[in-house]
């Protein structure tokens, strides 16, 4: 089983949708999680992180569930610039593992 | 945030031929630089952990007398794909952090990456 797992998509929505992505981890140790985003051919930028009590940013909205090692990413009034695709990252006491993302894409 | 920069942004070469990406922490001290390779629409895979004045420590299935990692200062880390082949071709990633006290980091700080073709 792999560490962390997304459903890959992608991902095609109209603007101004809501889109809601979801990750699994299997390391049950795991401290820290985070959403990050990855524009094609770029670095991955730290999206918000994810918190048990469950946190927003914005339109975003990032929820943690511990028991069930669920991580979810809400989205909201999708916008064009929001078409990127969305790693969901575990942390423990290892360097970040990252899922394999899930692609969003964003249509007028 | 913190900025980490890569060089070259890409590259192109021969099969065969050694290829050095460099990765500076520009405005912090970075005890620890991590080096990630993507291939596309894989995930993000760790190949190595590098500390400041010591070995790497690889991966496993990282081959470490193929990719040679150095890091002699805190703000520059290297790594060399030495006799690079067609399927070393890959987006490669450092990422730097600063130990905290207790034994945890901030966040890690992404270069921009390099990508890599060989021919």
């Known amino acids: 089983r792999k560490e962390v797992e997304q459903d890959p998509g992608p991902f095609n929505v109209p603007e101004g949708a809501t889109v809601a992505f979801n990750c699994t981890y299997s390391?049950?140790?795991?401290?820290?999680f985070f959403w990050y985003r990855q524009d094609c051919r770029k670095e991955p930028k730290l999206l918000m992180s994810?918190?048990?009590s469950g946190n927003e940013d914005g339109r975003f909205t990032a929820q943690l569930n511990r028991a069930s090692q669920y991580i979810s990413l809400l989205i909201r009034d999708s916008k064009l610039s929001d078409s990127a695709t969305y790693l969901c990252?575990?942390?423990?006491?290892?360097?970040?593992?990252f899922g394999k993302g899930t692609r969003l894409s964003v249509i007028a | 945030g913190a900025v980490v920069s890569q060089h070259p942004s890409w590259v192109i070469c021969k099969s065969g031929t050694s290829v050095k990406i460099e990765c500076r922490s520009l405005?912090?001290?970075?005890?620890?630089m991590f080096w990630y390779r993507q291939f596309p629409k894989q995930s993000l895979m760790l190949m190595a952990t590098?500390?400041?004045?010591?070995?790497?420590?690889?991966e496993q299935g990282v081959e470490k007398d193929k990719f040679l990692i150095n890091h002699a200062s805190l703000t520059l880390s290297t790594l060399t794909v030495t006799s690079a082949h067609p399927e070393d071709s890959s987006f490669y990633i450092c990422?730097?952090?600063?130990?905290?006290?207790?034994?945890?980091?901030?966040?890690?700080?992404f270069g921009p990456g390099t990508r890599l073709t060989v021919l």
């Open positions: 390391n049950s140790a795991s401290q820290s």
């Open positions: 990422s730097a952090i600063t130990w905290r006290e207790g034994g945890t980091y901030n966040e890690q700080f």
């Open positions: 590098s500390n400041e004045g010591s070995k790497a420590t690889y």
């Open positions: 405005d912090f001290q970075a005890t620890t």
């Open positions: 994810v918190y048990s």
């Open positions: 990252v575990v942390k423990g006491n290892t360097p970040l593992v």
